[in-house]
Every structure is written in C-alpha cells, then in structure tokens.
C-alpha cells in the first residue's frame, strides 16, 4: 500500500498530525497523544521550533545534562551535553575530576582556516585559464566588497582564492579552492554566499575574456559549496601528569595501567575496526557539547573522520607517549563551530549553554569541545583496560532497565542497593525485579 500526500507542506499542523496518525497508526488518537505531550505549552516557544524545519509535528526530547569542573587552560569550567547514551556525562565528569587534579586540560588553537569551491568545467587551454584566473582574481574580492564588509569589520573575510586543475581525475575539471576567515561564526552562510558570487563572476568575466575562443568562454558551473573538511581548523588539547599519579586506585599499578593505555591507544592507531570504536567515543563528548552549544554535529562529525582518515588509513585521534616517566594524552582536531549566528541567538537553550560557558568565541569553544572528546576517551580507554566497559555503562544503563518495566520509586531504589556492588546485567534486573514483586 502506498501512502503518498500531495500539498503535505502546505497543510496546517493539526491537518499533517491528523494526517499522519489516521494513516499510519493502528490507534490514531494514541499516537496523536504521543506527540502532543511533547508541545510546549508556551506558544511563542513552541512556534520558535515549528519554525526551525518544514513540517513540524512536534519536539524531539534529548537529556540535557553538564558536566562539571572541567579545568581548560587554567579556566574552571560546567560543560553542557546533550545526549541520550547512559554513561557519557557520568564519564565525561570522572574523567574531568581526574585531570582537573592533575593540572587540567591544556589546549590551544592551531589554525582557523574554512574552505570553500567552485567546481565548474573549463574546455580549453590549460595556461590559458591560469592566465586568466591570475587576471581577474582581485575580481572575485572586488565583487563580493557588499558580501564580505561586516565580516572584514570583525577581522574576518576572505584569505585567499586559487585554482586548481584537476583534469587529470576529470577531463576539464577545475576549482577555485578559497580560504577564509569567519571569526565567531560557523561561516557556511557568509563562505556558500561568496562562492556563489565567484562562479558569477568566472561566468561573467569569462564570457568578456577576449583571449578565450567560443568553448573557453562558456565555462559551465557545477556548484558552489563550502567543504567540512577543515584540516587548516584546527585544535590541540592534551593532558599530561607524573607516570606515578595516572592510577588513582591502589588496586591498580600506574606503570602497568599506563603501558596497557599506551598499547590501547596504539592498536586504535594501527588497526581501523578499533579506531572507529576509539574515536566514536571522542565523539561522544564531542557531539554532546556541539549539540547543546547549537552547533552543526554532522558537519562536526563528517569533518573529523575525515581527518581520522588523512594518511590514507582510519585512525585513532588520539595519542599517547610515556617520556621521562611523564605520561602525555593528546589530540589535535579539525572543528569548525560558531558561537554567533545560526541557533546561537535563538533557541533559548544553546543560549543557555552559551552563558554557562562563559559566552566563549568561536576558538574558545573549539577548545572546550576538544577537551570533552579527551575526556570521554580517556575514561572510555580507562574502563577499557581495566575493569572493562560494561560495569560502568550497565550501572548507568540500570535506570533504563527499571523505566522499561515501569518500576516504582521504592522497587527503583531496592534495585539500585542491590546492584551497588553486582555486576549488573538485563535479565539480572529482571529476576530481581522479579523477586522483589513476588
Ligand atoms: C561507547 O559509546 C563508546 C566506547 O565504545 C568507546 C571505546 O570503545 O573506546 C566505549
């Protein structure tokens, strides 16, 4: 059976619901309660994330949560996430407390450079374009004056423009690779905007160029788009102590637990199917400041597997050396993030974000964003190797356990003192849940 819906966008909210539970649900006024809980009651708000996307029906809930003394560059910090995964910010805190009384988190920025092309073909002489492009580059800055002005007033703008000849991969294939500067802001709108004016502009001055024959002219535009690789945007962070203070359980021997990370860190390196388990947990912490500080996670993320992959084979992120009996954790990563424009000034949550963290610019947060990828890994790599993962993710995944078998608060909290020092695993819960019911 088929389903399709002429005008779907054009109908009114309460129509599309009406439309979507009649068609689709077995019991239409259920499904139309599921998603009317999640309204806001406050109109004005509810209005603001209507009008976020197309086709709203209704608001989807994520745990916001924070994790506290976070120490970056000698500055204390609350750090919020936004996630759903039991154990993230639980971690995420350990392992903020851990470095927090080992120095803190050491970051700083190594560069901030965004990239944007052209793609477009050109049927000619290859030292013909070149001539040309050199020509008419200061062209490209002197047409997009209106475009770039604001942007130059904060420090930013355009760094450079350059073409590229890539017909040795594609016949007649060519870019014009620009850099920029956006400051404070992610910079997709302002570098899309100035790209689109470049390929007016190689059309137009082409057209006008008289040294080009009729072909050469009519250079053809394929798109204009910014790139999320951005491995000229990038971060450092890293955490360091005396070998001698990296266990803090006296149950766990600091030379044995370093040499056992070091290696954990090394297979990440070396073998791909682990560093995307490795570096899926950076992301953890990565993507859950990102969301909650109203930023683009997938350009985040697309971005920086990417740059996992820039030898030419997936990678670990982070590394790991043991020199002078001083055990050193870092990463360097590419993050292009805002901390004006897009939801930054809307919604009122990343606002709220924005202000715990002490309204950072744009390579402030990269840095705080960073230190929350090390910290979850490390704390990931640090179960890992020692007690293994399931002990803490399990403990943290128990309340979802009870929630599925609609434990009360009292049955809640006799499971909780049982599993205090059990293992704890579904059907374990269950029995005991069980039991205690009987
Ligand atoms: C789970 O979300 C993340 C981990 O798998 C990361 C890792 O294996 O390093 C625990």
Not at 214 to 221: M, P
Request: hydrophobic share 40%; aromatic share 10%; proline share 3%.
């Amino acid at each position: 059976m088929t389903h399709n819906v002429k005008g779907f966008s054009k109908l009114s909210k309460e129509e599309k619901i009406d439309w979507i539970t009649n068609t689709y649900f077995e019991n239409p006024e259920e499904a139309k309660e599921s998603i009317l809980k999640y309204w806001n009651s406050d109109e004005n708000l509810q209005k603001l994330h209507d009008e976020f996307i197309e086709n709203t029906l209704t608001n989807f809930y994520l745990p916001y949560g924070v994790a506290p003394n976070f120490t970056i560059n000698g500055k204390s910090y609350t750090i919020p996430m936004a996630i759903e995964e039991s154990s993230v910010v639980a971690a995420a805190s350990k392992a903020a407390k851990f470095w927090g009384e080992r120095g803190g988190f050491k970051t700083s920025i190594i560069n901030t450079e965004k990239i944007g092309q052209v793609h477009f073909l050109f049927h000619g002489n290859a030292e013909k374009i070149t001539t040309f492009f050199n020509k008419i580059k200061p062209i490209f800055f002197d047409d997009t004056k209106e475009i770039t002005k604001n942007m130059q007033k904060r420090g930013g703008g355009i760094l450079n423009i350059e073409l590229r000849d890539k017909t040795n991969e594609i016949p007649n294939y060519y870019q014009l690779h620009a850099t920029f500067n956006t400051k404070d802001s992610m910079g997709a709108n302002f570098i899309n905007t100035c790209l689109e004016q470049f390929a007016k502009t190689l059309e137009n001055q082409a057209q006008e160029h008289t040294d080009f024959t009729t072909d050469e002219k009519n250079i053809q535009i394929i798109m204009s788009i910014l790139s999320n690789y951005v491995p000229n945007c990038l971060v450092r962070v890293e955490v360091s102590c005396p070998l001698s203070e990296i266990s803090d359980d006296k149950n766990i021997d600091a030379n044995e637990f370093a040499q056992k990370f070091a290696t954990a860190v090394r297979i990440a390196e070396i073998e791909p199917y682990r560093a995307v388990t490795h570096n899926k947990g950076i992301m953890n912490g990565i993507d859950a400041v990102v969301l909650a500080t109203g930023n683009d996670f997938r350009a985040v993320e697309a971005g920086i597997h990417a740059y996992a992959s820039k030898s030419g084979q997936y990678s670990s992120l982070s590394h790991v050396k043991i020199e002078n009996d001083i055990f050193t954790f870092w990463m360097e990563i590419p993050l292009a993030l805002g901390t004006v424009g897009g939801l930054t000034s809307l919604h009122p949550l990343v606002k709220f974000s924005m202000e715990l963290l002490g309204k950072p610019s744009a390579e402030e947060l990269m840095q705080i964003v960073a230190a929350a990828g090390l910290a979850q890994n490390f704390a990931a790599l640090r179960s890992l190797t020692t007690t293994g993962i399931q002990q803490g993710h399990m403990k943290m995944h128990l309340m979802n356990i009870l929630n599925q078998h609609h434990a009360t608060k009292e049955e809640k909290q006799k499971v909780l003192d049982y599993f205090k020092d059990t293992t704890v695993s579904h059907s374990l819960v269950v029995d005991y849940l069980e039991k205690i019911r009987s």
